[in-house]
């Protein structure tokens, strides 16, 4: 099966997916605004219920006026560390649509979709040698207000995007947590014909 230092997958898969972790150690170096534009040219091509595309990224590269914006959008416990990411990202789904008759109706999979964008990007980047780390650990409310992000619009997350660093350099209470993480089996997530366990 395929295996890195930390992870083993029990099934076969390409090792691109045990490589990819999140990381919070960034060497705070700035990243050219082409590299981190084919992340988001990856995102564009991710898969899309009616082809709506309803993902939306606003983004700040290290050393611009808006980095010290979106960094203000996270928690203190993910500021503490992702000061040094060569960008951030805030993620936004749209969540209605408008019909031909100018209802807005709800679009059920506008989360799934940029879920699927949000990923594409994450395996462009590591593909390119950067690290991607998502964060739910944001303030929603003082992002729509800060981003001017309109009606019908959700904030899902934010994505720190950096150079891995030496995990020395982080707080003693990160640094132990500088490890890929392992994930459940198969057998507690897929299950044929209907659904089983929590």
């Known amino acids: 099966m395929t295996a890195t230092d930390n992870r083993k997958a029990d099934h076969p898969i390409d090792a691109i997916f045990l490589e990819r972790w999140s990381p919070r150690a960034f060497t705070n170096e700035e990243i050219a605004e082409r590299d981190l534009l084919s992340f988001f040219e990856a995102a564009r091509w991710a898969p899309s219920a009616s082809n709506r595309q309803p993902w939306r990224f606003v983004y700040a590269r290290r050393g611009t006026e808006h980095f010290p914006v979106l960094l203000d959008i996270l928690d203190e416990s993910n500021q503490r560390w992702a000061k040094d990411a060569a960008a951030l990202t805030i993620v936004i789904s749209r969540t209605h649509n408008q019909a031909q008759n100018g209802e807005m109706r709800p679009a059920y999979t506008h989360a799934f979709d940029t879920g699927s964008a949000w990923y594409s990007l994450a395996l462009q980047a590591s593909l390119a040698g950067w690290h991607t780390h998502g964060m739910a650990g944001i303030d929603r409310d003082k992002a729509m207000r800060s981003l001017n992000v309109p ?26 947590r500088e490890v890929p993480s392992q994930r459940k089996p198969v057998s507690e997530f897929a299950f044929e014909g209907q659904f089983q366990g929590e």
């Open 151 to 176: 009606e019908y619009h959700r904030v899902e997350a934010a994505v720190a995007i950096g150079r891995r660093a030496d995990p020395s350099i982080l707080p003693d209470d990160l640094r132990a």
